[in-house]
């Protein structure tokens, strides 16, 4: 099993439209669980907001191997999440690892 892990930044400066943007992305991630073979599990959450420097939202999602997550991030309704999330975020890090 594959565990894939994406950190975002944020780009807008207002709290209301980060929490927006939070909440957007999270509901476009979240709904790929049941739309792409091979995921196991997915899972966005904001960052608590209490420390500087962190990052603004989490994405953790667990797929049956590496050929599932490479399945997952071409499939068209990954890229349409995605082409939405580049529209709102300043940067991005990922981390996959096998468990």
Do not use: C
Not at 68 to 76: F, G, T
Not at 79 to 84: D, H, L, N, R, V
């Amino acid at each position: 099993m594959i565990r894939h892990i994406v950190l975002f930044k944020l780009a807008a400066d207002d709290d209301a439209q980060r929490r927006d943007d939070a909440h957007e992305i999270a509901a476009r991630l979240t709904a790929l669980e049941t739309q792409i073979p091979g995921i196991q599990s997915i899972r966005v959450d904001r960052d608590l907001g209490l420390v500087d420097g962190h990052w603004d939202v989490a994405l953790v999602s667990e797929h049956d191997d590496n050929a599932a997550l490479e399945a997952y991030q071409v499939h068209p309704a990954h890229k349409e999440a995605a082409a939405f999330i580049a529209t709102v975020i300043s940067d991005r890090a990922v981390v996959d690892y096998s468990i």
